[in-house]
Nanobody, 115 residues
Framework: QVQLVESGGGLVQAGGSLRLSCAAS????????MGWYRQAPGKQRELVAC???????NYVDSVKGRVTISRDNTKNTVYLQMSDLKPEDTAVYYC?????????WGQGTQVTVSS
């Protein structure tokens, strides 16, 4: 039906930067809120950032000032630009979109921050 393909994860040293992207494909009628979640081993999945169809954004306190979420509606894509990464940012990052009917999840991409 609808799939989310994530990319941009990898290994980075503390203080480095990464840009995650998530492109939606398939039978998409509309996209409302788009967001990024993350989950580390032994921890609950948490919302990192989200952006509404109107452009309003929210960020978890731990990433404020270091992360920017954006979207390109013509490409059905959401981005997460991360800078000044810290070891505590290490997690599997999951893209999520709401199409007005249901939530759809990406497969997850690993972000590992060393040092």
């Amino acid at each position: 039906q609808v799939q989310l393909v994530e990319s941009g994860g990898g290994l980075v040293q503390a203080g480095g930067s990464l840009r995650l992207s998530c492109a939606a494909s398939g039978r998409i009628f509309s996209i409302n809120t788009m967001g990024w979640y993350r989950q580390a081993p032994g921890k609950q999945r948490e919302l990192v950032a989200c952006i509404t169809s109107g452009g309003s954004t929210n960020y978890v306190d731990s990433v404020k000032g270091r992360v920017t979420i954006s979207r390109d509606n013509t490409k059905n894509t959401v981005y997460l630009q991360m800078s000044d990464l810290k070891p505590e940012d290490t997690a599997v990052y999951y893209c999520n979109i709401n199409d007005g009917v249901q939530d759809i999840w990406g497969q997850g991409t690993q972000v590992t921050v060393s040092s």
